[in-house]
């Protein structure tokens, strides 16, 4: 399993009560279910909203299940972002 960094921003960041934390996965799933079992609730809801970036590349439409995680990778978790 691969270990990195979660950052989390804006609403996700809030929801989650801290800026970043690690995370042990091999998949950006499975470093998301661990997420949500450490803050379940609020996290949840906002992350079913969130773009991500995995070692700065976006994610997209990909099924997360797909998305490997590097040793010493990061997961930025990027809520919507009002604009104008």
């Known amino acids: 399993?691969?270990?990195?960094?979660?950052?989390?921003?804006?609403?996700?960041?809030?929801?989650?009560?801290?800026?970043?934390?690690?995370?042990?996965?091999d998949t950006l799933a499975e470093?998301?279910?661990?997420a949500r079992d450490r803050?379940?609730?609020?996290?949840?809801?906002?992350?079913?909203?969130?773009?991500f970036l995995v070692d700065g590349d976006p994610v997209g439409?990909?099924?997360h299940e797909t998305v490997r995680l590097a040793e010493g990778g990061t997961v930025e978790v990027l809520p919507p972002f009002a604009g104008g």
Do not use: N, Q
Request: net charge negative.
């Open 1 to 25: 399993m691969a270990a990195g960094t979660i950052r989390y921003w804006a609403a996700a960041k809030a929801a989650a009560g801290v800026a970043d934390e690690p995370f042990t996965a």
């Open 31 to 34: 470093a998301l279910d661990g």
């Open 39 to 51: 803050h379940p609730g609020e996290l949840t809801r906002v992350l079913a909203h969130c773009s």
């Open 61 to 63: 439409a990909r099924d």
